[in-house]
């Protein structure tokens, strides 16, 4: 596509479930980033991807986030057992090459866990 | 954490003046980056400056980098209500690897 897309754009789930936002990068982009944004806030590094494979998921906050890159291409993050401090905009980014340009942003998925 | 932090936090400024914010950063990097940030949107980027270059221009942005102080500042000449937005640094390589590192913003509004 033209640009990276994230669905869905706006999610609200009840404490305790089970969400999976999506990222399309941008078609070629070998590297995907996931980040979380609080409002006010800068973005806050979660993972990267290189290709399939996570290459640094020290941001991840806990266990209860997972994310999944199996082709290459489309990105899954998962949260399980979702807590209130969970709400926030999670912003995905793709780049080419994968080392040292530009980010490529979504408009981001905003997840509220009431 | 946050590599990079910005100065000031906020800043309101007339239209037509210039909007100067600073990022300092506190490791080694291979190149800062500005992006801009409307309200509800996602991040685009503005100007990337290696950390060999001292200064970059982009239309009406002007870059500066002192590595030896590890801080860059973006200025934004004759400001419009259009430039309304927030404005972050990333910094890139370096400890911080291939992830890219954002500072917490700069709010700034232009008031026409």
């Known amino acids: 596509g033209a640009g990276v897309s994230q669905t869905p754009s706006n999610k609200v789930t009840e404490k305790g479930k089970y969400v999976e936002l999506r990222c399309d990068p941008i078609?070629?982009?070998?590297?995907l980033y996931w980040y979380r944004q609080s409002l006010g806030q800068g973005p806050e590094f979660l993972i990267y991807?290189?290709?399939?494979?996570?290459?640094?998921d020290s941001g991840l906050p806990n266990d209860r986030f997972f994310a999944v890159r199996p082709e290459g291409s489309v990105s899954t993050l998962k949260i399980q057992r979702t807590e209130r401090g969970d709400s926030a905009v999670y912003l995905c980014?793709?780049?080419?090459?994968?080392?040292?340009?530009?980010?490529?942003f979504g408009e981001g998925s905003r997840l509220t866990v009431l | 954490s946050q590599q990079g932090e910005e100065d000031p936090q906020a800043l309101s400024i007339q239209e037509g003046e210039n909007a100067t914010m600073n990022c300092s950063y506190k490791?080694?990097?291979?190149?800062l980056q500005w992006y801009r940030q409307n309200s509800g949107r996602g991040l685009v980027h503005l100007i990337l400056?290696?950390?060999?270059?001292r200064e970059k221009h982009s239309g009406r942005l002007r870059v500066t980098l002192d590595t030896s102080k590890k801080s860059s500042s973006l200025l934004i000449t004759a400001s419009r209500a259009a430039d309304t937005a927030s404005y972050f640094c990333?910094?890139?390589?370096?400890?911080?690897?291939?992830?890219?590192?954002f500072g917490g913003g700069t709010r700034v509004l232009v008031k026409p």
């Open positions: 490791t080694s990097i291979n190149n």
């Open positions: 980014a793709s780049r080419a090459g994968g080392f040292f340009g530009e980010l490529f």
């Open positions: 991807f290189q290709g399939t494979g996570a290459a640094d």
């Open positions: 990333a910094t890139d390589g370096g400890a911080a690897g291939n992830k890219l590192t």
């Open positions: 078609s070629g982009h070998t590297a």
């Open positions: 400056i290696r950390s060999n270059e």
